[in-house]
């Protein structure tokens, strides 16, 4: 082997371990990466459902209170017609 090719061979294997040593993210630390996030989506998704819930029994009281003022009115109506 050429002395270059020697020196290409020995920095690959440098620069292959380098990347080895690394902290990037492994195969182990996985599981709690994605079990915090998905500990995340539930709170989020729990949270959307919260607020999708009290949107709804809004909408439930705004409509009956609706309800209950066409019902008046009717009333109101009905005693006008009555009453003349």
């Known amino acids: 082997m050429k002395h270059s ?3 290409l061979f020995a920095i690959l294997i440098s ?3 380098s990347a080895c040593d690394s902290n990037e993210p492994t195969v182990t630390d996985a599981p ?3 079990e915090a996030t998905a500990s995340d989506a ?3 998704t ?3 459902a919260d607020e ?3 949107a709804i ?3 439930v009281d705004a409509m009956g209170d609706m309800a209950d003022d066409a019902m008046d009115d009717a009333a109101d109506a009905l005693d006008e017609i009555t009453s003349e």
Do not use: N, P, S
């Open 5 to 7: 090719e020697k020196l």
């Open 42 to 44: 539930m709170d989020a």
């Open 57 to 59: 029994d809004d909408a």
């Open 32 to 34: 709690a990466a994605i």
């Open 52 to 54: 999708a819930m009290g």
């Open 46 to 48: 729990e949270e959307a």
């Open 15 to 17: 620069l292959g371990l």
